[in-house]
C-alpha cells in the first residue's frame, strides 16, 4: 500500500475476540484508521486463527484454519490484525508455509488451494511506524494527549519468537514508547514492560495468573503510571481482572485502568467516542481523559 | 441414455445389487427387496432422515446425498446413515440472551474448531457450516441463523468433525436465538393469528366438519397441489 493521495485499503483480520469481548479494540482502531486514511477492510469471510501457533512438527491440522485466512489476503499481499496472538499464529504460520515445503504441500493441498507464504502480516502498530511515520502521525493529532502518564505493556506474543515475528527488540522494545510519544502522552518507562501477564494460565490457575498481573501493574504504578497500553486481548483482561479479584485476605492489585493503545489514538485522532467503549473497565479512564473527550463522555463518567 | 445398459449395480454396505436405472438411492433400496423402517421421512428432501454417503471408482473423495434426492449410479459403494449419536443441550430460549456466551456454555466445543471445512465438504445441503461455527465462536447470531437456515439436521456435519462439534444443534439453537430475541416480530402473523382468534376461520371449520367423509375425499381428490401458472 502507498499512502498520500486519497484512502488506501487494507484486508483485516479482527479475529472472534475482536467480535467480542474487545469491541473497542477493534472499533477505536477501524476509527482511527479512517482518520488517517486507511481502510480496514474486514474479511469477508474468516473463521478463529487457533489462536496458539501450534508447535507440533508432524501435525498440520493446527497450520489449517491460520493458512486458509492468510489464502484469502493473498491478491492483496498484506494483512492487518491487532491481536497479539492472532499476529503471532499468523505470522508464524505463513513462515512455516513460506519456508518448509513439506508441510506447505500437505496443508495446501488437504485445503485444496495454491499459496506460496506471500502474505505478509502486519500490526496496526508496524503500519503506523512503517507506512505512515510516528513523525507523520504526530502532525496528525488534533488531541495531543499531553501529560497523560501511559506505561507501554507489550506482553509476550507481539515480540517472541523475535527472530520468526521481527517485531521489535524482545528485551527493550520501542514501538509502544514512540507511539504513545507521537499522541503527545508522557511514556512511563518501567521494567516488567515484557514480562508474561499469566496469559492462558489464567483458566487452570487464575491465581498464578494474577500474581503475574498484579506485580507488572506494581512495577507500573511505582513509576507513576496513570493508565497501561496493551495489544492483547488476554493480557487486557488478566491485568485487569487482577485489579478487582483478589483471594480473601489479600490485597488487590493497584487500581489502573488498561486500555488498548488505539483507544488513545483514536481519542488523540479526535474520532467519534462512540468507538471507544470505554466502560466495563476495573477503573473507569473517564475521568483522567475528560479533558479530551466530549461533553457526553464526561457526564457519563460522572453518571 | 439409449445405449445405456438399463440396469445398474450398486453396493450397499458392500452387498452388490441390480436395480434398474434411474431410480434414487431410496427407491433402489426398496427394488432390492428392503424396507425401510429409519433413515426414511418424508421422501421429499426436507425431512433430512436418509443422509447417506458413497464412493464411486477411481475418485477418494467421500460424497454425500439424500437418499430420497440423490439417483444411484453404476458401480456407487453406499451406505445410509440415518442416526448419529449427538449432544444436545436443553434450555429456555426465552431465558437465554443471544450471546457468544450463551453458545459456548450450551456447547462449549464449538471452540474446538480446527477450520478444516470437513463439515463443508459433507453437507448434502451445500451449508457452509465451518463458517457459521466461526461465528458461533464470536457470538453472531444472526449469521449462524442465516448460514443454517437450509440445514435439514441429518448430521453428517457431526459425523466428520475432528473436534466432535454437533454442529446442527448449535444452529437450531442460533435459530432460536436470532427468532426470539433479535429478529422483529412479524406484523403480519401478529394480525392473523388476533384474526384466527376473533373467529375468522370458524365458519369454513364447522362446514368441513359437517360435510362428512364422502365430501372430504371429494375435496381431497380436487385440491389443488400446485398452483396453476
Not at chain 1, 502480516?121 to 495531543?144: C, M, Q, S, W, Y
Not at chain 1, 483507544?263 to 475528560?290: K, M, N, T
Request: aromatic share 8%; net charge neutral.
Amino acid at each position: 500500500m502507498r499512502l498520500g493521495g486519497g484512502s488506501v485499503r487494507i484486508p483485516y483480520f479482527p479475529g472472534c475476540t475482536l467480535h467480542s469481548k474487545a469491541r473497542g479494540f477493534d472499533a477505536s482502531a477501524r476509527a482511527a484508521a479512517q482518520a488517517l486514511d486507511i481502510i480496514m477492510e474486514e474479511l469477508p469471510e474468516w473463521t478463529c486463527c487457533g489462536a496458539t501457533f501450534s508447535m507440533s512438527a508432524d501435525s498440520v491440522m493446527g497450520l489449517v484454519a491460520p493458512t486458509r485466512i492468510l489464502v484469502s489476503a493473498k491478491e492483496a499481499g498484506k494483512l492487518l490484525t491487532l491481536c497479539s496472538f492472532c499476529y503471532n499464529t499468523l505470522k508464524r504460520t505463513n513462515r512455516v508455509i513460506a519456508t518448509d515445503a513439506e508441510r506447505r504441500r500437505k496443508v495446501l493441498t488437504f485445503i485444496e488451494e495454491d499459496y506460496q507464504g506471500t502474505v505478509q502480516t502486519v500490526h496496526l502498530l508496524e503500519l503506523l511506524r512503517d507506512e505512515i511515520g510516528f513523525d507523520a502521525l504526530a502532525k496528525r493529532v488534533t488531541k495531543p494527549l499531553q501529560g497523560l502518564k501511559v506505561a507501554p505493556y507489550y506482553g509476550c506474543l507481539l515480540l517472541r519468537p523475535a527472530e520468526e515475528l521481527r517485531f521489535d527488540d524482545p528485551e527493550r522494545p520501542t514501538i509502544l514508547e514512540n507511539f504513545l510519544k507521537s499522541i503527545g502522552c508522557e511514556v512511563v518507562d518501567f521494567p516488567h514492560k515484557t514480562e508474561c501477564c499469566g496469559s492462558f494460565v489464567t483458566v487452570g490457575s487464575p491465581e498464578t495468573a494474577r500474581e503475574c498481573s498484579s506485580s507488572i501493574l506494581e512495577a507500573a504504578v511505582k513509576q507513576g503510571a496513570e493508565m497501561l497500553v496493551v495489544s492483547c486481548p488476554l493480557c487486557q483482561y488478566n491485568l485487569d481482572r487482577a485489579q478487582r479479584e483478589a483471594p480473601a485476605g489479600q490485597a488487590h492489585a493497584p487500581a489502573v485502568p488498561v486500555l488498548y493503545f488505539s483507544q488513545l489514538l483514536a481519542i488523540a485522532l479526535g474520532c467519534d467516542e462512540a468507538c471507544l467503549h470505554l466502560d466495563g473497565l476495573s477503573v473507569d479512564p473517564r475521568p483522567r481523559l475528560s479533558k479530551w473527550l466530549g461533553q457526553k463522555a464526561e457526564v457519563t463518567a460522572l453518571a | 441414455m439409449a445405449d445405456e445398459p438399463a440396469m445398474v449395480q450398486f453396493y450397499l454396505m458392500g452387498k452388490p445389487h441390480r436395480v434398474p436405472r434411474g431410480l434414487t438411492i431410496q427407491k433402489a433400496m426398496e427394488y432390492a427387496g428392503f424396507r425401510l423402517l429409519r433413515g426414511c421421512g418424508c421422501r421429499g428432501g426436507f425431512c433430512g432422515a436418509c443422509g447417506t454417503v458413497y464412493r464411486t471408482p477411481g475418485d477418494y473423495r467421500l460424497k454425500v446425498g439424500l437418499a430420497c434426492q440423490t439417483v444411484v449410479e453404476d458401480q456407487m459403494f453406499l451406505a445410509l446413515i440415518p442416526f448419529y449419536p449427538a449432544v444436545k443441550s436443553t434450555y429456555r430460549v426465552e431465558d437465554l440472551p443471544p450471546t457468544s456466551d450463551t453458545l459456548i456454555s450450551l456447547y462449549p466445543e464449538i471452540l474446538r474448531c480446527v477450520g478444516c471445512n470437513s463439515c463443508r465438504k459433507v453437507c448434502p445441503q451445500e451449508i457452509e457450516v465451518m463458517r457459521y461455527i466461526a461465528a458461533a465462536q464470536r457470538g453472531d447470531i444472526a449469521k449462524v441463523a442465516n448460514l443454517s437456515f437450509d440445514c435439514l439436521m441429518c448430521g453428517l456435519c457431526a459425523s466428520r468433525c475432528p473436534a466432535e462439534i454437533v454442529q446442527y444443534n448449535v444452529a437450531i439453537l442460533a435459530r432460536r436465538l436470532y427468532a426470539c430475541h433479535v429478529a422483529r416480530p412479524a406484523d403480519h402473523l401478529a394480525a392473523r393469528v388476533e384474526e384466527i382468534e376473533r373467529g375468522a376461520c370458524e365458519a369454513d371449520l364447522d362446514l368441513m366438519v359437517a360435510a362428512g367423509e364422502a365430501e372430504w375425499r371429494r375435496l381431497y381428490a380436487a385440491r389443488e397441489i400446485e398452483p396453476d401458472e
